[in-house]
T-cell receptor, first 114, second 113 residues
Framework: KQEVTQIPAALSVPEGENLVLNCSFTDSAIYNLQWFRQDPGKGLTSLLLIQSSQREQTSGRLNASLDKSSGRSTLYIAASQPGDSATYLCAVKGPDEYGNKLVFGAGTILRVKS | DAGVTQSPTHLIKTRGQQVTLRCSPKSGHDTVSWYQQALGQGPQFIFQYYEEEERQRGNFPDRFSGHQFPNYSSELNVNALLLGDSALYLC????????????FGSGTRLTVV
């Protein structure tokens, strides 16, 4: 059974700090991994999509890495800002027997203090 | 380019009633999935529709049903509502050409009283 775990569950940092969010999954035969941001009571905003053949993806201050063999991904946020405060969710697609559904972690609640 | 559109935004229903939630996928996407998100948890997969057929279903009772229309839009129906059905319902669309990256809507907040 594919299970996704995110550590830490919550994180509070001062503005300007660089930070790392962690995601681990139990079955390494994934198709892709996606990081999402969710503001309170809102929907999910896709941040980065990493295909199984890729090692990392970058968008602005965000960098996500993927190590399929060890079942891990990290989301690196550089120079954090108060506007980055949100819940960050990691989700994997696959392996094949799971079809096309995404399996999500419970998320990391990030608070950036000004 | 419009993303995924969901309606209504909020809904309050009484136990035992039935509810219909609606979703229009992102332009160019042909696959629609529905997820339920309880407070403080990650979204849980309900089912997925492609070519107007339910292609995959998660661990949800038959009270949860859906439909996809020829224009790829979709509905989620929940019968005999329970208090435990209170959650944020998220619709996501995708297609193979997007590498199966998913685009989510803003969700429908359902409260059952």
């Amino acid at each position: 059974k594919q299970e996704v775990t995110q550590i830490p569950a919550a994180l509070s940092v001062p503005e300007g700090e660089n930070l790392v969010l962690n995601c681990s999954f139990t079955d390494s035969a994934i198709y892709n991994l996606q990081w999402f941001r969710q503001d309170p009571g809102k929907g999910l905003t896709s941040l980065l999509l990493i295909q199984s053949s890729q090692r990392e993806q970058t968008s602005g201050r965000l960098n996500a890495s993927l190590d399929k063999s060890s079942g891990r991904s990290t989301l690196y946020i550089a120079a954090s800002q108060p506007g980055d405060s949100a819940t960050y969710l990691c989700a994997v697609k696959g392996p094949d027997e799971y079809g096309n559904k995404l399996v999500f972690g419970a998320g990391t609640i990030l608070r950036v203090k000004s | 380019d419009a993303g995924v559109t969901q309606s209504p935004t909020h809904l309050i229903k009484t136990r035992g009633q039935q509810v219909t939630l609606r979703c229009s996928p992102k332009s160019g996407h042909d696959t629609v999935s529905w997820y339920q998100q309880a407070l403080g948890q990650g979204p849980q997969f309900i089912f997925q529709y492609y070519e107007e057929e339910e292609r995959q279903r998660g661990n949800f009772p038959d009270r949860f049903s859906g439909h996809q229309f020829p224009n790829y839009s979709s509905e989620l129906n929940v019968n005999a509502l329970l208090l435990g059905d209170s959650a944020l319902y998220l619709c996501a669309s995708s297609t193979w050409s997007s590498g199966y990256g998913y685009t989510f809507g803003s969700g429908t907040r359902l409260t059952v009283v």
